[in-house]
């Protein structure tokens, strides 16, 4: 049983190594905007969207004949959001009102995909995809807002869609949901926020 097993796992390992030996590689130059929000654990707050860019590169690797593949990138972000301290005593007396929350962020996207490549033809002007996968926030520099304590990273889940044109260009759209927190208040225990964030980008692959 485990001989057979052990042939098995390297059959496996044999075909997938063989895919990916075919599997086309490029990568080019992404760039951006974000739309993000907070979403506190307890609705304390009113908390008002951001918009922010985002610019980098990505690769992309689709194995050939069955229109899946992976991507990653590397990004710059800027998330955050504008939150309305002063209606609560707590932070009104220290003399906040409403203060700007930014984030400036490496994004690290890691997305499974799947493009539509096989439409007599049409794919070479244009092909529609959809992709999903995690999100890895690293958090270099913020603004200063001792009210808030930022956490030194963060893990998203992504959900997206796009299309690709004269197989050069991709335009796509994304939702992330923050899985862990950004920041959290200072002054109250366990009063986190994780981001929640619309990315809509454009991509040129050389």
């Not at 796992?9 to 063989?18: P, R, S």
């Not at 005593?89 to 929350?101: L, N, Q």
């Not at 926020?193 to 809509?200: C, D, G, K, N």
Request: hydrophobic content about 45%; some cysteine; overall charge positive.
């Amino acid at each position: 049983m485990k001989k057979i097993t052990r042939l098995f796992a390297f059959a496996i390992i044999a075909t997938v190594a063989a895919i990916a030996a075919h599997a086309e590689f490029r990568w080019g130059a992404t760039a951006g905007v974000n739309f993000t929000n907070l979403d506190f654990k307890q609705d304390l707050l009113e908390v008002d969207k951001t918009v922010g860019p985002t610019l980098g590169v990505q690769g992309e690797m689709m194995f050939p004949g069955i229109g899946f593949g992976i991507d990653i990138g590397a990004m710059y972000s800027m998330q955050g959001a504008t939150l309305n301290l002063g209606r609560w005593p707590i932070w009104a007396v220290d003399g906040y009102g409403k203060e700007r929350c930014y984030l400036h962020t490496l994004s690290i996207p890691v997305d499974l995909r799947f493009k539509w490549t096989r439409m007599n033809g049409i794919e070479d002007y244009v092909a529609p995809f959809v992709f999903g996968g995690p999100v890895f926030n690293f958090t270099v520099a913020h603004n200063k807002l001792d009210a808030m304590d930022y956490a030194v990273g963060s893990i998203g889940v992504q959900a997206g869609l796009g299309f690709e044109v004269m197989r050069r260009w991709q335009i796509q759209g994304s939702y992330v949901w923050g899985m862990t927190y950004a920041l959290k208040a200072v002054k109250l225990q366990d009063f986190s926020a994780r981001e929640r964030y619309w990315t809509l980008r454009a991509t040129y692959f050389f």
